[in-house]
Structures are given as C-alpha cells and as structure tokens.
C-alpha cells in the first residue's frame, strides 16, 4: 500500500542515516522526494538509488542554517512540483562529551545553529510553502530533548528547543485555522554516522555504554525511525498535530 502517493516531500539530511532512511521509505510508499544535504555526492547517490528502485527523487544541495538557501530550495519545489506535503527538518550534528564548564560559546553556536534556527528556517519557509495547500512538517527532536544526559548541554538544549518550537508552531497553525500539523520525533539511540562518529571518539567503552544503557540492549535501525515519519507524514495521522513520537527502545521509559 502507497501511504504517502502523489505528496511531495522534502527530506533535510537526506544523504545519511535516518535521512536517508526516509527518503528510501516515502519514496517507495509513493511519494516525490527531494532530498537536500552538504554531501554532495552521497546524497546524489541516493537519489539515483531510489530512482534505480523505481521511485521519484532529486538531490539539492542545502544548508539548513542559511535562509537564502531555505528560500532557494523550497522556490525551486514549488516551481517543480507546484506544492509541498511534507517536509521533514532531519538534518542536524551530533554533541556529546564536553563538560558545560568547558564547553565553548563557538561550539554551543555551532548546535543551536545547525539543530534549531536549521529547523526554525525550515518551519518558517514551510508553513509559508504550505499556507494554501496544508501539509505536514516533522522535526527530529531526540530522546535527549526529553531527558538529560551528562555532558551533552548544547545538543540537548537545541533537541528540546525543537520540541517546543515544534509544539507552539503547531498550535499557533490550528490557530489561524491551516491545515498544517506540526509534529516532533524523539529517536533513542540509532546506529548511524553520528553515533559511529560518537562512538570512535569515545572508544569501544563508548560503544559499551550506549548498549548498556539501552532497555533492549540494542541500539535501533534508521528504519525504526523512519517507519514514524512515514506515519506522521501521511493521512492516517490527520488528527495529529503538536505529538511528540518517541522511539527508542523504551529508553525514557525508566
Ligand atoms: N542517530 C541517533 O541516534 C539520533 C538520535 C536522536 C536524534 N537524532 C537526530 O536525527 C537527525 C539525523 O541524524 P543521523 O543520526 O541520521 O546523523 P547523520 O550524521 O548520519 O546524518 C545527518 C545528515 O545531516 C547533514 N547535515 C549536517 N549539517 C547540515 C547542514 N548545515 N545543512 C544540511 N545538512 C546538514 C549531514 O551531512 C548528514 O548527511 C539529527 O537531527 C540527529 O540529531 C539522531
């Protein structure tokens, strides 16, 4: 069953991990997916994998911190594809392992830059993109914008402003009465290129401990992630708007 046909979806980060697992799956579930990213020639590859699969998609490049290029890009699906769907704001970098007494202004500015005003931008020239037509916008959050963990101050305060940048947006849409729902999406700990990044700077004890703080003692696959997107992105989840999908593994339910 095609659970996204004919909606056009736009997917930040898409050249890895849990973007990339998104893309794959709304393309295959029917969707026209324009993937955007700052690899290059990753995120052309998978644009061409999805085409090679049978599906429908293009690669832009696209730093979500720069405004002119949110412009740009979201200009360029209008003009192409003549309306937006969904948008997914993934794109984001890891922080972790740097005590907040020793934690630089430059390197908390370069979180909140990328994780929250990326997604602010992106928010602001969707709902802008979708004001006629409606839509969903989902913002990958995480589990430690619910929680805290020791030594992660930038990377959790920019996942829990997206959390409730997330929230007032979607009340602030019923408001004005667009049919725009707005939700976030909390992954648990998934074995991407930023964990493996995380991991090879901590050592295989870095590795040991995420599994052993995992409920499962597992950590989860991009899939498990993206299966929720492809949720909050299509019609099923039309009464759905402001929610916070957690997934992972049971981890905040300690
Ligand atoms: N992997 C996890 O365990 C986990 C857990 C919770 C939340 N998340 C969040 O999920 C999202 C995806 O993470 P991932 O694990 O797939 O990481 P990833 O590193 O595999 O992919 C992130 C992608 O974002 C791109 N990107 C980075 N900065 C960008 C910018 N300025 N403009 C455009 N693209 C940019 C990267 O090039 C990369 O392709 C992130 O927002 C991350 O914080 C991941």
């Known amino acids: 069953m095609a659970r996204v046909s004919g909606k056009i979806a736009l997917v930040t980060g898409g050249a890895s991990g849990l973007g990339r697992a998104t893309s794959e799956l709304l393309a295959a579930e029917g969707a026209t ?29 696209h730093d979500v911190t720069d405004e002119k290029a949110w412009e740009k890009v979201v200009g360029e699906v209008l003009a192409e594809h003549g309306r937006l769907d969904i948008l997914v704001n993934n794109a984001g970098i890891g922080g972790g392992g740097v005590p907040v007494d020793e934690m630089s202004l430059e390197y908390w500015r370069q979180i909140m830059s990328v994780n929250l005003d990326g997604v602010f931008l992106g928010v602001k020239h969707g709902v802008r993109a979708m004001l006629e037509t409606g839509g969903a916008i989902i913002n990958i959050s995480s589990v430690l914008g619910l929680v805290g963990l020791p030594n992660t101050a930038a990377y959790a305060a920019s996942k829990g402003g997206v ?92």
């Open 163 to 254: 959390r409730l940048l997330t929230k007032a947006v979607a009340i602030e849409c019923a408001a004005r009465g667009l049919d725009i729902r707005v939700c976030s999406v909390h992954p648990g700990f998934i074995d991407t290129p930023m964990v493996g990044a995380a991991i090879q700077r901590g050592g295989p004890e870095r590795r040991q401990a995420i599994l052993n703080s995992q409920p499962t003692g597992q950590m989860g696959e991009p899939r498990d992630i993206a299966e929720g997107i492809l949720y909050l992105a299509s019609d099923a989840a039309k009464f759905v708007s402001g929610s916070e999908l957690i997934i992972d593994g049971g981890y905040v339910a300690r």
């Open 33 to 61: 997916v324009v993937l955007t990213d700052l690899q290059d020639d990753q995120g052309e590859e998978v644009a061409e994998g999805i085409r090679a699969a049978g599906g429908t998609a293009g690669y832009y490049h």
